[in-house]
T-cell receptor, first 112, second 112 residues
Framework: DAKTTQPPSMDCAEGRAANLPCNHS???????VYWYRQIHSQGPQYIIH???NNETNEMASLIITEDRKSSTLILPHATLRDTAVYYC?????????????FGDGTTLTVKP | DTAVSQTPKYLVTQMGNDKSIKCEQN?????MYWYKQDSKKFLKIMFS???????INETVPNRFSPKSPDKAHLNLHINSLELGDSAVYFC???????????FGQGTRLTVV
């Protein structure tokens, strides 16, 4: 699996958009970008994934650059409950969905 | 209903003891996993079982032995517990044709 690089921490004001960047410059053509988050003392939670097109679901949006070397997870209206560690993972689609290499992630703190 | 449930949630035990952590999923998934999250919050996969067969065994001491009596259960037995085994252990499950993994709430193991 390709290595990812994320900033260690970010702050965001409640109600504003949180934009979390991820670099994955060695991503292979068959690898997808996945995002998980881990709220304190809970198990990781799947957020979204994508290959090359931008994706949106009820939780977030994922913007992947045209060269696929980086991506941004967007939480459109961050709430205090979005405070968590966010993990960007790249892996081949549908191969052992749970076998993910989690890096250090980004600790997002949403402030009132 | 809890999708992936682990028991116990907390486990405190002495060095040298043998203990088990149980995991059950009611999602009908055919692949289950065990992850270890150490004190530095680094999340690392330990084992993966698909249809009751071991398919991933990362570099884990053989004191750790997963057991899968059926597709819905993957238990983790640990022999001769050591101080360094103290961590949070997460169980997860996925379908082989699905993209996301579902994690349990974790078992915090403390070896004293």
């Amino acid at each position: 699996d390709a290595k990812t690089t994320q900033p260690p921490s970010m702050d965001c004001a409640e109600g504003r958009a949180a934009n979390l960047p991820c670099n994955h410059s060695t991503i292979s053509g068959n690898e997808y970008v996945y995002w998980y988050r881990q709220i304190h003392s809970q198990g990781p939670q799947y957020i979204i994934h994508g290959l090359k097109n931008n994706e949106t679901n009820e939780m977030a949006s994922l913007i992947i650059t045209e060269d696929r070397k980086s991506s941004t997870l967007i939480l459109p209206h961050a709430t205090l409950r979005d405070t968590a560690v966010y993990y960007c993972i790249v892996r081949v689609y549908n191969t052992n969905a749970g076998k993910s290499t989690f890096g250090d992630g980004t600790t997002l703190t949403v402030k009132p | 209903d809890t999708a992936v449930s682990q028991t116990p949630k907390y486990l405190v035990t002495q060095m040298g003891n043998d203990k088990s952590i149980k995991c059950e999923q009611n999602l009908g998934h055919d692949t289950m996993y065990w992850y270890k999250q150490d004190s530095k919050k680094f999340l690392k996969i330990m084992f993966s079982y698909n249809n009751k067969e071991l398919i991933i065994n990362e570099t884990v001491p053989n004191r750790f032995s997963p057991k899968s009596p059926d597709k819905a259960h993957l238990n983790l037995h640990i022999n001769s517990l050591e101080l360094g085994d103290s961590a949070v252990y997460f169980c997860a499950s996925s379908r082989t044709d699905n993209t996301e993994a579902f994690f349990g709430q974790g078992t915090r193991l403390t070896v004293v």
